[in-house]
């Protein structure tokens, strides 16, 4: 049974299960968010999502209320408003203001917010955090804690998502802070440098090592490609500037992985740019490897082929090839090799 509720004026229909914020996303009605991501379990830490519900007490967190039958919501009124910039307001006073230099500067879901909201940024006059930037050794994961909001995103997605529990939350008020296991380093509270907890970090907090200085989001041309690593055939987005690949982000549009991906699909593209790496073929001649053109390869590769036509020949694939890959593999196996000999391996 549908449940039918009024946000803004609106008569809209949600289903059992849903949250007021679901309800209002799915219908096109914006409400901003901080600690909520569609993948993780909702919290409630940060009530940037606050909205007004006829006859409840207070402003309450859109993402964390159940729709329910009746209810009569508004989103965006004077003190809706009022509270929202408050919460911005409060997060800035312990933020450094750096986003010229910020690694998220362009993609940080506060910075976003902050100027949606055109809250001012008011010199600090009480305590603020002063942890070491980039304490962490870990190869891939860059750490600044004076950025993090505490929104538990990393903390969630770390044991939701990717299943380590690297990520907790120690002490209280004031000293509550993100640390790694038992406030060591990650790599030593089992972390296996998914980035997962970086994909999903709404600020400068956690970030991509590997891709430092390398470019702002707006300046990356972002192509969707899968990944060659292994046979899940997971997607991701390479991030290309001035023709080179920079860094790779998950797309949440992904079929088969969502935004999980793991070390290797993350971080392991330098391999595209390596200057060892052979973009032009060899061909063996006197016993020595020349490079030569790819007509010159390929004429010497239909002329070896066409002597050993029908069963004499057998491709072997892979399954890190793409299924369009596959299926040409096979059909040039079958239709112009004159052989059924086709075979894959999960590990070529
Ligand atoms: Fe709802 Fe943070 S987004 S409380």
New binding site residues.
């Given amino acids: 049974m549908p449940i039918n509720l009024t946000i803004n004026g609106r008569q809209v229909q949600a289903r059992e299960g849903q949250s007021v914020l679901d309800v209002a996303w799915a219908n096109g009605i914006s409400i901003p968010?901080?600690?909520?991501h569609p993948d993780l379990k909702p919290v409630?830490?940060?009530?940037?999502?606050v909205v007004e519900v006829e006859k409840m007490r207070g402003l309450i967190?859109?993402?964390t209320l159940p729709a329910s039958e009746g209810m009569v919501v508004h989103t965006d009124t004077p003190k809706v408003i009022e509270e929202r910039k408050f919460i911005l307001e409060m997060l800035l006073s312990d933020h450094p203001n750096d986003c010229m230099t910020c690694e998220s500067d362009g993609n940080c879901e506060l910075q976003s917010h902050v100027y949606e909201y055109q809250v001012p940024w008011k010199k600090s006059k009480g305590k603020t955090h002063t942890y070491p930037i980039g304490a962490d050794p870990n190869p891939m994961i860059f750490t600044d804690f004076n950025k993090c909001i505490l929104c538990t995103r990393c903390v969630r997605a770390c044991a939701e998502v990717q299943g380590r529990n690297v990520w907790g939350v120690a002490n209280r008020g004031f000293n509550d802070k993100i640390v790694a296991g038992a406030d060591v380093s990650m790599l030593e509270a089992g972390c296996e440098q998914c980035g997962a907890c970086a994909a999903y970090c709404p600020t400068g907090a956690l970030t991509d090592k590997p891709s430092r200085g390398k470019g702002r989001d707006y300046q990356m041309r972002k192509v969707t490609t899968t990944c060659t690593y292994c046979g899940v055939g997971c997607q991701f987005d390479l991030n290309m500037r001035n023709g080179k690949v920079v860094k790779v982000t998950s797309n949440p549009k992904a079929v088969v992985n969502g935004m999980a991906l793991c070390v290797k699909g993350r971080y392991g593209y330098d391999f595209i740019n390596h200057k060892d790496r052979l973009t032009k073929p060899l061909i063996k001649k006197d016993g020595k490897l020349v490079e030569s053109t790819w007509d010159e390869a390929y004429d010497l590769i239909a002329q070896k082929l066409s002597g050993v036509k029908g069963d004499s020949f057998a491709m072997l694939a892979s399954a890190k090839a793409t299924n369009e890959e596959n299926y040409v593999f096979q059909k040039f196996t079958r239709a112009v090799m004159g052989t059924n000999n086709v075979d894959h391996c999960a590990r070529l």
């Fill in positions: 968010t901080l600690c909520h409630g830490a940060c009530r940037l999502c967190a859109s993402c």
